[in-house]
Each structure stands twice: as C-alpha cells, then as structure tokens.
C-alpha cells in the first residue's frame, strides 16, 4: 500500500474550494490501494496533519474551515515526509501559493513525488500574461490583450485608460494576472466601470490583464499525460449563470450548468482537443491540466487560460469529462499517482558538475 499526502486549503482565495477538492479525492481514492494523509495550510499559514480515519465519511467535515477533525498542528519538511514515508503528495491547492510552483518547488526540494506540473510550468500558467506570450510565440490563438503593472494603474490610471480605448472597444475584460476561479475578474463597458475594474484587479495581483471581448462558447479539455504522451477528453461546455463566468457563477449561486456533449460541429471538437494538446506540451504541463476555450460565431478555437490544479469538486469539469471519456474519478486518482512516481523516477539529473567526465 503506497502512502499518499493530500495537501489542500493555502492563502488564497481559492481556499474553500481547495477543501471540497480535497473531501472529493479522499472519497474518491482507492483505499485498497493508497493509504492517505491530510494536510491542511490555513489561511493564516498555519500546517495541520489531521488523524487518519478508515470511514471516508469523516473527512467530509473538511469542508468546515473551523472543523471538529482531530489534528496536530505541524512543520512539513523533508524529515516529515521521510518519517511518514510519502510515497505521492496529492497537492490540491488552487491559486497563489498552491497552483503557482511555490508548493511544487518546496516538494522538490524535499524530495518527494507530486501530482501535477513542475516549478517553470505552474508558474507560467498561473502567470496569464506570461502564459500568453509563449502560447501566441508558439503559434496558439488567443484573445488579444495588454497588461499593466499595478503601480501603473496606481499612479496614473487615466494614462491606462487611454491606452485600452485606443486598442480596444468597449466591453473589456480585467482580470488580475496571477488569480485563478475568476477572482477580481470584471467586464468593463465605459471608461468609468473600466478605472473601477482597474484598481479592484490589481488588488489581487501585481499585473492586471485586459483583454477584447470574444463571443462565442465557454468550453473545456481535461487534458492527461507525461511530457512524450498527452491525451485529452471530449469538450465540454459552461452555461453560466451570469454575464460572464465569474466566481460567484462558478461556487455561489448554485445556477449555472455545464454540458458534457455540447452542440459544436465535430471538427471543432477535433480541433480544441489537439489546440489542447499543443498548448500543454508548449508551456511544459505534466499530469493533469484544464485547458479552457472560446468558440467564435465563425468556429474559430481560442485559449482563454490553463489550469494546472483544476478543480476536484462534485461540479468540476476535468473529473467529469474524465468520466464522459470512459476513465472515473478513482480510475483518473490512479493514473495521476502513476505519472508522478514515473517523473520522479525518470528525471533525475546530475547535480555534481566536477563529478562527471566528457570524454
């Protein structure tokens, strides 16, 4: 049986998704095979290791930030994954801290496998300007854009303005640049909403996005694989609530609704899924990510973002277009596990320069 550490919660403000994330591995885990640890960071970075229990059940309670569970608070580092003997940790941290190589770096240097890309890859993805530059530079369509540093908005926000207005019509999106679940997202339609998006994205993040409005369908890929082999699912497709996708849309109101066969020509289908495969294996994704589309009125596939920690709870996409695809959720825990022992494994690299000889 190989011993599994499930980390979730973290700073952002990701954190109550992470822990429905979290609840929803642990079910869905094959406890004949894997014997799990939990660990949760609290938004005050705080570490926890909560006490294994064999009812499943118990764990669901992890979803309360101020939960009952028995737990000891704790120091993670490499002596504490030895002593544990962790075979895969299972991060499930979504956003800053968590999502963006921060974690993955503080893995390696521990030693110890994990589910998900590596340092360079998290970090570019969660960084969506950067993301866009090298997805663009390798030839991927994506909605046009500028980006500003929050100082700049900061000390001369009318400048800004400008800037977009000459670029682009109304509406805009704003987005801050290193957030993820649509957090400090808005849609600016005049130049007075646009200044007020402005200041509330840069909140989030020291780069603040904008970018020109696409009509067309909000799709999804689950996308698979190591650095040589990538697979990906069928499409799937948000019917959002509200204007646009938003954070409330996504957790809140409960009301939007997604669909695993949508309504587009099969040679758009065709097209995303190997768009899809391009783009993770062009920013250096490993094991799992979502990547997340646009489809023009004139079926034109555009990359809105990737997500290198999707989502693992009951209404997330990349378990359920799993599934559409004939691999279940516990059948995906597997495989993911699999990929992360066969990185650690496979990639391992001199480090002692003076020790090797060239001849």
């Not at 993670?76 to 940790?89: C, E, L, S, T």
């Not at 689950?222 to 082999?229: D, R």
């Not at 359920?320 to 990929?339: A, C, E, F, H, V």
Request: aromatic share 10%.
């Amino acid at each position: 049986m190989k011993n599994i550490c499930i980390i979730f919660g973290g700073i952002s403000c990701e954190h109550e998704v992470s822990r429905i994330s979290a609840v929803n591995v642990l079910r869905n885990l094959d406890k004949k095979k894997y014997h799990p640890y939990v660990i949760e960071i609290t938004k005050d970075r705080q570490y926890y290791l909560y006490e294994y229990h064999d009812n499943v059940e118990y764990y669901q309670q992890l979803v309360q930030i101020n939960n009952k569970l028995d737990k000891e608070k704790i120091v993670p580092d490499i002596a504490m994954f030895q002593k544990m003997n962790i075979d895969v940790v299972f991060p499930v941290l979504h956003g800053t801290k968590g999502e963006d190589g921060t974690l993955q770096g503080y893995l390696d240097l521990c030693n110890v496998a994990y589910v998900g890309s590596d340092v360079l890859s998290s970090a570019i993805c969660m960084d969506k300007v950067l993301c866009k530059d090298i997805l663009v530079k390798n030839g991927i369509a994506v909605a046009d854009y500028l980006w500003f540093s929050c100082e700049e908005i900061k000390k001369s926000i009318n400048k800004v303005v400008k800037s977009i207005e000459s670029k682009f019509a109304y509406p805009v999106f704003i987005k801050p640049s290193e957030c993820g679940s649509s957090v400090g997202i808005s849609k600016a339609k005049n130049a007075d909403s646009l200044k007020k998006a402005l200041v509330f994205a840069a909140m989030f993040s020291r780069k603040v996005l904008v970018e020109e409005f696409i009509e067309g369908d909000e799709l999804e890929v689950a996308v698979l694989g190591s650095y040589e082999k990538i697979s990906s699912s069928g499409v799937g497709q948000i019917l959002s609530s509200n204007e646009f996708y938003d954070y409330n849309a996504k957790y809140i109101d409960g009301k939007s609704s997604t669909l695993l066969k949508p309504d587009i020509p099969d040679s758009s289908t065709r097209q995303i899924k190997k768009i899809a495969e391009q783009a993770f294996r062009c920013v250096g994704c490993y094991g799992m990510a979502r990547i997340d589309f646009f489809l023009t009125k004139g079926k034109k596939a555009i990359v809105n973002e990737i997500n290198t920690i999707p989502g693992f709870t009951d209404i997330s996409m990349y378990p359920k277009l799993w599934d559409q695809s004939g691999i279940s959720y516990t059948k995906l825990l597997d495989k993911l596990i699999k990929l992360a022992e066969e990185r650690k494994e496979k990639y391992i690299f001199e480090t002692d320069y003076e020790g090797i000889r060239y001849d």
